[in-house]
């Protein structure tokens, strides 16, 4: 019973690198989410989609780029990562939007020096 | 527009004495409430759901939440705490329409034997 699989789950990076973190639901969702943790800050939205193909912004979006070629994965860019974005970042999915619950993934830990 | 306002970062108590975390929300629509609870180092879970059914929600480990329209608040209790309590709370809004979900800030649970 997987839910919802980050991966990887931890992470350090040189000021300047790329990666993508890779999310992975097995619960049929069309919506999926990326957040941000930070002290303090509680959870903010990098991007979300809701459906295979399409990607919107949230509120914290410039820095990262999104793609959802397939309805279960949901993958996260980091073209030129920053100390700003050293982060927890969690994936969520949601059957629909509206209300609907999300359900969260274990989280993946990035730390950019 | 949409927002959650959770009261005090970090609340302690006792085990065994009441439990109460504190949350306010600012929604144009009739909005869902949530609350999810973040163990260390894991994911969100959802702890329960208000979805206009009944303004008394119950949710899992014994813990409800009311929801008071007059006072625009969902705050989360729980009659006696336990050690295992111990956890971030975040309180979450979603209007009827729309996709995003809003997070407070979170409240920091610390139950003292």
């Known amino acids: 019973n997987a839910g919802v699989t980050q991966t990887p789950k931890f992470r350090v990076l040189k000021t300047g690198q790329s990666m993508t973190l890779l999310c992975a639901q097995d619960m049929n969702h069309e919506y999926m989410y990326w957040y941000r943790q930070d002290p303090g800050m509680g959870l903010r939205l990098i991007h979300y989609s809701v459906g295979e193909g399409t990607t919107a912004k949230g509120e914290v979006p410039d820095g990262y780029n999104v793609s959802r070629l397939k309805k279960q994965n949901f993958l996260l860019g980091l073209e030129s990562a920053a100390p700003s974005q050293t982060s927890v970042y969690f994936c969520?999915?949601?059957?629909?939007?509206?209300?609907?619950?999300?359900?969260f993934g274990e989280g993946s830990w990035l730390t950019v020096v | 527009a949409q927002s959650v306002t959770q009261l005090g970062s970090h609340v302690s108590v006792s085990e065994g004495a009441l439990v109460l975390l504190r949350c306010n929300y600012s929604s144009s629509v009739p909005p869902y409430l949530f609350w999810y609870v973040q163990y260390p180092n894991q994911g969100l879970q959802l702890l329960l759901k208000y979805t206009s059914a009944a303004t008394l929600v119950k949710g899992i480990n014994g813990f409800e939440a009311e929801f008071k329209k007059s006072e625009t608040s969902f705050h989360l209790t729980k009659p006696s705490a336990h050690m295992s309590d111990a956890a971030e709370y975040f309180c979450?809004?979603?209007?009827?329409?729309?996709?995003?979900?809003?997070f407070g800030t979170g409240t920091s649970l610390t139950v003292i034997p």
């Open positions: 969520a999915s949601s059957l629909q939007g509206n209300g609907n619950t999300i359900y």
């Open positions: 979450a809004v979603s209007a009827n329409t729309g996709n995003q979900f809003y």
